[in-house]
């Protein structure tokens, strides 16, 4: 059974990180649970991306 995990895949590109998701059978998540990989690559393909820090303030413009 090849698993890989989560905390692997966040540092990859989205590209590397679908690949290592087809190779292996099972993808371990934060809590221990395994998700087939097939439907997190679906997951992974589907989502887009989010920066996780802004890098610029939101400005509020009044009317």
Do not use: Q
Request: glycine share 6%.
């Amino acid at each position: 059974m090849r698993v890989v995990s989560v905390f692997e895949l966040r540092g990859l590109p989205v590209r590397e990180a679908l690949e290592r998701v087809r190779e292996a059978e099972w993808v371990m998540d934060e809590g221990g649970t395994f998700i087939p990989s097939e439907e997190f690559a679906r997951i992974l393909e589907n989502s887009g991306s989010v920066h996780k820090r802004l890098t610029h303030k939101h400005k509020v413009v009044r009317a």
